[in-house]
């Protein structure tokens, strides 16, 4: 089995990230994207927010990397408020943000340039990475020749490289076909172990919630708050690269069918 040993011990005792009572209003206080919601992440755990279209995943995400504030309620990371984006939060989002004006290469460095890491640092790193998400062949090819799945490696390098605490993914995979997706997601939980992050990944999509996540927060609609905290327990504390081995799991198809039944409930 290929099976990755799982330690959720917490080296510190101060949560990487605390979201306390956040709620979260447009429209001048008429309509309510979150309400009331609280929750603890755990060092080195991958959280995956789940829940229907419009269900304040994405702006729950956001007020996370600072991007938006809550209405009401508070948010720390490792003990502190966060008062807007930091450089313990790295963000990948679902459109492909690198520059197109810039190669591989210098598309990894960039963040870590507006950080200040000394030069020789940084193209260190920047090989390292690229090395890692197997494009250290196209460090000198701009995005616009590199596919879909090559251009999210570029960002999940750029991320990972910058070395925040927390990575943020909003539906990363979600532009992506069948076949690379599965690619990604066997990737992503490579690195993640290797470089033990705190990562919060959004998807549609609850096989690959299933998939990648130690935990998962489902979300109900209108307003969103916090519908079901999920262990994923039937792993046994363990992350499993190949998916055939996680299918054969007991615990497995419950699971599955208890969130596609919750999904059901929510979009009644
Ligand atoms: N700036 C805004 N002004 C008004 N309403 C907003 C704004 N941003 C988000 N909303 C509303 O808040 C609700 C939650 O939106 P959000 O994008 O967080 O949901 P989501 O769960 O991520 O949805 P999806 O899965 O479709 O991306 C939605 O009804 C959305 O229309």
Known sequence: MNIVAKDFTPVTTVPPLKASRISKEYLGGTFKALDDVSFELQENQITAFVGPSGCGKTTMLRIIAGLEYPTRGRLEVF?????????????????YTSFPWLTAMQNV????????????????????????????????????SL?????????LART????PAIILMDEPFGALDAQVRW??????????EREKKTVVAITHDIEEAIY????????????GRIKADIPLTFKGGRRIKQKEELLELPGYAELERQLFAMMREEIK
């Open 79 to 95: 003990g502190k408020n966060v008062q807007g984006p930091g450089p313990d939060r790295g963000m990948i989002f679902q459109a």
């Open 109 to 144: 460095e960039y963040g870590m340039k507006i950080l200040k890491v000394p030069a020789a640092e940084r193209r260190e790193r920047t090989m390292n990475f690229l090395k890692l998400v197997h494009l250290e062949k196209f460090a000198d090819s701009y995005p616009r």
């Open 147 to 155: 596919s879909g799945g090559m251009k999210q490696r570029v960002a």
């Open 160 to 163: 990972l490289a910058q070395n």
């Open 183 to 192: 690619e990604m997601q066997e990737l992503m939980i490579e690195l993640i």
């Open 212 to 223: 990648l996540a130690d935990r998962i927060i489902f979300f109900s609609r209108q307003p």
